[in-house]
């Protein structure tokens, strides 16, 4: 499809599916708050879908419509949630145990909660040292257990009464991994899924079964998932999006916030220190060394791309970034997350910036895990195939085109997005120029 060409959207009819591979903190936040919110008894705060608005034509238009009344998205109430996870909890049981919601607020939709029971799980242990369940898929191989996946989406569909699905990663950090010779093209990655290439996680496997099933996929995660060519061959070869990597939700949310700030005004930047703390499972997984830098290839990719220091190497050329998250069970998933920044400006005189981050990891994933379905159906039915550079609004780590660095200000990221939208649907696109006005 040419970038010239308005596409035709097609309706959202029917019933959308939202798997989760990983029904967890995050996911069970997620799916309460759905159910709450179709109740009435809370509202979508975070979600830029739900809450967000669009501006169309000049300022003086007034004319500002709601982005869900203005792209054709599926209703909340037309959303039903599954997913797999190597424990055997349902979903209220889960959300219990991950404690961040308050019971009486879980209570109010105990009835939806109880009856979304996990599917057994792709799992290998190499690439998730610290946890371990019951709940997993046996097979001879690892495309058996791929096929096992396609197998329970399709069940899926057909159980619920489906017209289509979309899958958001919601689970664990897996192990750092760099791509391989397997990875390199559709046809050695199918043949690693035969023979079991010990290269090949289970996040790509879900990621496998969900594009062959015509499924859009979005990694929660900073695993490496989509982001290979194997699956980028087979998502445009299937005309099927993706999207990812690394819900931007706490810390670096807060970086590309700042940093862009810091950078527009030319104040340099000699040193940046980023720590975290939190208890959750996530937590428990980012405690072993293998996960954390899997995790922390994410974090530090925005500043760099964010400050140029090729561009300015006065300002940015030679600061320190380092990034620590600690396992802290006492704190569950309220985590906390230290910067310290020490800044420079004029005559190049010292100065800091101190951020202190209380903040609750699931409650702010959850809205992200929400628009991601939401937008990445919208792009399916839009024929939109491959990488959706447009969300990298909503990850750590996005991906781009081969070649193509990604965009990571947080500002420039919203107006991509809120641009695309207006292209989807014919309006003008808006440059902030303004000029017009004072004609």
């Keep these: ?219 929660g995660a900073p695993n490496l998932t989509v982001d290979l060519e194997a699956i980028q061959e087979l998502a445009k070869k299937n005309n099927v999006p993706i999207a990812g990597k690394d819900y931007k939700s706490g810390q670096t949310f807060m970086k590309t916030l700042i940093a862009p700030g810091l950078k527009s005004r030319m104040l340099g930047v000699s040193g940046w220190f980023s720590g975290n703390i939190l208890g959750n499972r996530d937590g428990e997984v980012l405690d072993e060394p293998d996960n954390f830098k899997t995790k922390e290839d994410s974090k530090l990719s925005a500043l760099n791309i964010i400050f140029q220091p090729e561009h300015y190497p006065e300002l940015y050329g030679n600061y320190y970034h380092k990034v620590r998250i600690e396992y802290y069970p006492p704190r569950g998933d309220n985590k906390e997350g230290w910067d310290n920044i020490d800044i420079f400006g004029w005559l190049g005189y010292p100065m800091q910036l101190k951020i202190n981050f209380l903040c609750r990891d699931s409650i702010l994933a959850a809205p992200l895990a929400l628009d991601l379905a939401l937008f990445m159906d919208l792009a399916q039915r839009a024929n939109m195939s491959g990488i959706q550079e447009w969300l990298s609004f909503y990850f750590k780590a996005p991906m781009s085109a081969k070649g193509l660095y990604p965009e990571h200000d947080l500002f420039i990221q919203l107006m991509k997005l809120k641009n695309t939208l207006r292209w989807m649907k014919g309006s003008d696109l808006i440059t902030h120029l303004g000029l017009e006005y004072y004609d």
């Design 1 to 219: 499809m040419s970038v010239r060409e308005t596409p035709k959207i097609a309706p959202a009819e029917g019933k959308l599916g939202v798997l989760l591979p990983g029904l967890g903190a995050v996911a069970t936040t997620l799916i309460a708050g759905v159910e709450l919110i179709k109740q009435g008894k809370s509202s979508p705060i975070g979600s830029l879908t739900q809450m967000g608005h669009i501006r169309l034509g000049k300022r003086t238009d007034n004319n500002n419509p709601a982005i869900k009344d203005f792209v054709p998205l599926a209703g909340l109430d037309d959303l039903v949630f599954g997913g797999w996870d190597i424990y055997e909890d349902n979903c209220y049981e889960s959300a219990s145990n991950a404690a961040v919601l308050e019971p009486t607020l879980m209570d109010q939709v105990k009835p939806q909660l109880e009856k979304i029971k996990p599917m057994k799980a792709v799992f290998e242990k190499r690439f998730a040292k610290r946890i371990d369940g019951p709940n997993v898929k046996t097979g001879s191989s690892k495309m058996d257990l791929a096929k096992q996946l396609m197998a329970d989406i399709e069940n899926f569909k057909k159980e619920h009464g489906l017209s289509r699905c979309v899958m958001v990663w919601c689970a664990s950090t897996e192990i750092f991994l760099k791509p391989t010779e397997v990875h390199a093209s559709l046809a050695a990655f199918e043949k690693g899924l035969e023979d079991s290439d010990p290269n090949i996680a289970p996040s790509q496997i879900y990621a496998y079964a969900a594009v062959k099933c015509g499924v859009p996929f979005a990694n």
